[in-house]
């Protein structure tokens, strides 16, 4: 804010977003005053204490209409300031990027126009963002210090806000009405062109692809590539090489049949049946991959000969 | 009917003495679970309570210092004592309910202390929904306790009021009224209409928690809709304490200066101003919390134009005190701490009344901050002024006018240090009641927590002065037989 406080603190918080310069001004300016009278008020009096004292005939009579006047501008030129700012948090721009938020038992969640759901906020710079907070069974607040930026969301009620990073970098996100859930987490603003490349890679591939490229792209696209191959060699899982051609053996004893059902299994609930010789670390991929780019992993997995 | 029960049990003088030695045990307690709070951030991970302790910490602090401190100091002791003899009366109107308010203070503090030890509340003394429906802690004592207190409170307005209103008769008019007799009307007034409203928020709050009734409603809106009723009586009353603690201060610069006098009439004008906009204002206690725009620009420039009228209240001070003499006691050194709180607890209450600045600082501590320089800055040294002006009066003893100073000075010092951070913090964000703090803060609450002491030690060194000064009198009045 201003620098004051800035002085005070040594600037450690940063003016993030576009409202942040705005809601400063309106700090600034009552700031400003609120010293100004402090000095005012403590010098005055220290001086009524210690100084000469005036005689009676030099009262200064015009002081409370003067005063009067004052105050009144003050306290009408603070509410026009702040109202305006806050007009202007009111109305989201057109074509802001939209986010919905949730807050669960398990943290934050973010679900990104792509249908993408995860517990990580990443904004771009310089582009308004839209979020809606989904109302829950408890009440929170989305609160992000360095965009000046607090919303309180009601039990089970919907509510918009929004906010245009202005700054890079990572910045603390807090929650503070429940004092049961003190999720604090960083959001992430991606520097001029690095939302973009984040946005396109938890994207994935283009849907109406053919199924075995669209698995193709799939499987260099989420990931799977950390822990699978296509050429026979072993990393964290099994390679894919011959998939079809042979009979999984599982932990338990038992085989499995290579069908699309045990895929679409593996890669939604890989715990339920682990191949024997591997730990079983896969993570699941509920609520990142549709079906239909699961049948491409499939018709893709399928294909490896 | 005053001269017709002159039992010297309802001498409003032991009154007064029976609130403050109440009161002075509560803001000791009070003042030392403060202590235990700024203590905790800084215990950091491993040492300190867990958060369900913390969150009893900070609701029976506030409890006890808001239900048994805040709302009654001035008016109950202040008023008690110095009343009657202001408005040239040897008793009160009402001295029986008067007496009984007393007793039902009493209760219900022995309730509170109950409620404390057995059952702590762990919901904030405000009861903040949806906390305070889904807590597992049994609230009932503490509402209880408060539903006592708030009997209590009508009672004791009630008479406080009638006093002033029954002083009017044989030629003396609302005029010939000082500012301190003003101000107790008018913050007893304020009571009257704002603790039955507590008794609402109370009944809403246990139907709703026993599962008796769903008064409030499972819908979006239903914490807001408490907290509408809490903030009604709650805003008032606490706007109620100051208007007196207005007119204590006014009573002790008036008889430290010999400067025109403040008109009356202004300052009288204004505590109504600021008992009206108390009203109007008190939705700023949830805003942005859904309040349409046109209501929350509303309450906005209502809870900003509260400050005019304290304006014109300083600003007519301010004048007097450029008199051509001034006569320096603790009294005045405490009116002149009041009135350095006062502004900054006004000035810093615009932060939370500007929508955006309000926005970004809710349920921060600089609302805590904000709170505390108003509401315990500012009655506890208007209620420490007012005490050093009526002990001699009373009893006839002068406490030490340098441990009075120092003490002054080191309340001054022990509140600013202590809650002048906390705008800081909030600044940067640091949530409300949390035990922990915030990146870069920890020397901030270090400050705060180091304050507190010195405002704890301040209260003891008042506390001693004071009664001391009642043994040496009778020494005096042994060696004088």
Redesign the interface.
Known sequence: ?SAT?AF???G??PQASS?AA??DQ??DL?TW??VF??VL??G??SL??VGP????AV??RR??QY??LA??LL?VG??V???R???D??VVPRGAFPIAVALEDKGWSFTYPNGFVTGELHLPIDRPVRFLFK?SE??Y?F?I?AF???V?V????DRVAWVQPTLAGEF?L?T?????A?TSIQVQVHAEGGFDKWYQDISGPDLTLPPIELGQKSYQMRGCTQCHTVDGSKLVGPSFKGFATRIHKLTDGTTVEPTDEYIKESVLDPQAKVVEGFEPVMPSFRGRLQDIEIAGLAAYIKSLQ | MKESTNSAQVEHGRIALGYAIVLGLALVAGALLALGLGMQPLAGRGGGAS?EGF?RLYSVHGLLLVFLVVLPAIPAVLGNWMLPRALGRSAMALPRLNLLAFQIYVVGALALLLAVCFAPADAGWSFE???ALTSSASLGWSLLAMAVLATSFVCSSLNLFATVIASRGGGRTWGELSPFSWSIAIASLMQLIAVPLLFVALVLLAAQRSGAADVLG???????RFAQWFWLFGHPALAGALVAALGIVAEVISTHT???RAATR?EATSMIAIAVLAFAAAGVHVL???LS?AD??GT??LA??T??PF??IV??W??E??????R?TPALGFA?CF??LL??GG??G??L?????A??????CFATAQFHYLVVGGTLSALFAGLYLAWPRWFGVEPRAGWGFGACALFFLGINLAFFPLF?LG???Q????T?I???GEHLGELSAFGTALVVVALVITAWNLLSSLLGERKTAEEAA
């Open positions: 804010m406080l005070a603190t040594g450690m918080l409202f705005s809601v309106s700090f009552v005053f609120a009278l402090g008020v403590t005055g009096l009524l204490l004292r005036a005689p009676a009262q200064r002081l409370m005063g009067a105050a009144l306290v603070f509410f300031q702040g109202a700012v806050w007009a948090m009111q109302g408890r009440a607040s609160a210090p000046r930026m607090q309180p009601a039990l089970r009620e603390d807090r503070s009405i429940d004092p049961r003190e | 958060a969150r929904l949806p906390y499972t819908g979006p809106a239903a914490d807001v010999s400067g025109p202004v942005g919390r859904g725009d929350a620009a906005s420039a900003l134009a400050g005019l304006a014109l600003l007519g301010v004048r005190l450029q008199g051509p003499q001034l320096a002149l009135l350095v502004c900054v000035m810093s615009a932060f009344a500007v929508l955006p600045t926005s970004a600082l809710r349920e921060t800081v600044y940067l964000g949530p409300r009641r949390s922990e915030v990146a870069g």
